[in-house]
């Protein structure tokens, strides 16, 4: 790899001499595979991972393939619109203020560009989990018209005209082919390694560095406990469900969320429980970005849901009304509350930089 | 050897001359094209049609129709000089109908003198001036607004804005709400100008084509400069010489320029 963190070097670089190599050593202009494999830790306070390393085993260089991908404009229509675009480290991977993806040609997409973290530890993928494997993930973004607007079989031709990736799918792959297949893989090795897990909560929890909450931002964490946590569950911060939280009705976009997918009615309107990992950088909120501020959001929950007929029946009261009553101090010290859950080593991690 | 060595650095010297110097840039006859963004927001959420709002004094309300009347605008460099825009396209409705899926409506106005802008003017409706013009010399205008439904009977002219929907409050619900601020033939001018500063500096160029993302929060419409009430005459807002100019000052102070994208 050619970036080296402080953190990089603490991982285990295990370099298997194949005897291809060996017999190549006399040609000198020959580029070799050569597996140099990336070490994957768990964090302690994480679930299972869910993505079979087994199946596509990361690489140093299949994880530089998949970061030159990922910020190489090549994977959209017009040369011009890479995955980074609507995923900026500094924003957890977001599309920073914007309600919306942009995309080639002025398009404006149907929904708010989700952050890119822990991807290893989810089921599926997107707001309404088309996508149900992280290696098809990209597919949705780089084919709709409104973002990136290309065809797979374009992308693999421009990549197999350019000299860097003739040389680093030999070096990242066994079989070296450029094709859809291992495209697929390196995003996926990259988009495997960013694990967002030392926010001060993670060192809180972990009893690390003597990390203490402050007293608001402990009964941020108490509140939270008590009236978010059934969907914002474990330290993923989702429990990975689709809900209706009762937002009202865009009739511009009239998005039928989860409906879309499997066309069951029962999924009208729900879309994935988001992590609330580096929630204080992710902003606007929602699938359609229509809160500016977690202030809007808790307001929300607190007073402004509306019955659009499918809403989740954890968020009613007993009285039958929509919402979770917050006091203004509840409202106040969740929002301190998931200000530690910023992560700036993820958020500033070279690693995972263009440059 | 000595020579041209010399010859080198005096030559860097009067590239890093030229090159820190703007004046140099003969801009002269130069035009491009400068876009403007227009976002309605309700505080600090975005605006959606059908969804409710809450106002300071517990009333709520929604919205239908949602759009006002922009004109006279110009911009000035950062030498002051004033660019105006045409003043017979001068004109322009803001439908949040007919924004993009973002709800994001676009102005381009074109022919635009190459400059570094930092301010930007408009106004919000008709001036007198145009009104005297008279309905024959409004060119498409007059048929623009009429379809959109910004005109009454041409002696009273133009209506500035259109705020259709219902309202609620502890004692109705979804009542009937229109806003329909404007000039009152000559005898009510509610005509009014905004002038903003622009964050970061408009670069209009040939080949350079910013944008000015102008921000409308609507709810201060309502709780502006001053608050009111729906329940006292501002469910309905018209011609009345007592509610409409009160709405055209809050309408003033709704924009602000958020950033300029420079493309």
Known sequence: MGKKSS?????????????????????????????KPLNFDVPSNFPDMVYNLSNNPLTEA???????LFYDGKLSANNAIPCAFCHEQAFAFTHHGHTLSHGVNGGIGLRNAQPLQNMAFQKDF?????????????????????????????????????????????????????????????????????????????????????????????????????????????????????RNN???????????????????????????????????????????????????????????????????ASLKRADGSLGITLSDYEKESIIAFLKTLTDNEFLNDTRFSEF | MTITKLALALLLCISIISCSSDDKEDLTGQTGTLDLKFDNGVGDQDFIFGTSYNKSNGESYKLTTLKYIISNVRVKDSKGNMFIYPTANNVFIIDEANGNNAGEIF???????????????????????????????????????????????????????RFDGTYSSSSVTDEALAIHMGSVGTSLDNYREVTLTLPNTARVRETAHPEIHIKADISKVFDGATSVNFADGYSQVHTSSETTPVIADNLKGIFEVHHVHNN
């Open chain 1, 62 to 68: 299949g994880f530089e393939l998949g970061r030159k």
């Open chain 2, 107 to 161: 102005i381009t106005l074109n022919n635009v003198f190459a400059a570094d802008y930092t301010e930007i003017t408009f106004g919000i409706g008709i001036d007198q001036e145009r009104f005297l013009l008279g309905a024959e010399d409004q060119g498409d205008f007059l048929a623009e607004a009429e379809e959109a439904g910004m005109l009454w009977a041409w002696a009273t002219g133009y209506r500035f804005m």
């Open chain 1, 246 to 312: 009762g937002l009202s009705i865009n009739p511009r976009l009239n998005d039928k969320g989860r409906f879309v997918v499997l066309e069951n009615p029962e999924d009208l309107y729900k879309f994935k429980v988001p992590s609330l990992r580096n929630i204080e950088f992710t902003f606007p909120y929602m699938h359609d970005g229509r809160f500016d501020t977690l202030e809007t959001v808790l307001d929300f929950y607190d007073s402004g849901m509306v019955d659009n007929g499918n809403v989740d």
């Open chain 1, 126 to 242: 997107m707001w309404d989990g088309a996508a149900s494997h992280l290696d098809l993930q990209p597919i949705i973004p780089l084919t709709s018209e409104l973002e990136m607007g290309e065809t797979l079989s374009n992308v693999i031709e421009k990549l197999k005209a350019d000299s860097y990736y003739q040389k680093q799918f030999t070096l990242a792959f066994e079989d070296g082919e450029i094709n859809t297949s291992n495209m697929l893989k390196a995003l996926s090795q990259f988009m495997v390694m960013m694990v967002s897990s030392n926010s001060k909560y993670d060192k809180y929890v972990r009893h690390e560095d003597n990390v203490s909450l402050t007293q608001i931002e402990q009964d941020g964490l108490t509140t939270f406990q008590n009236k978010c946590s059934s969907c914002h569950a474990t330290d993923l911060f989702s429990d990975q469900s689709y």
């Open chain 1, 7 to 35: 953190k990089m070097k603490k991982i285990l670089i295990i370099v298997v001499f194949s005897q291809f190599l060996f017999l190549s050593c006399s040609k000198e202009d020959t580029i070799v595979y050569v597996a």
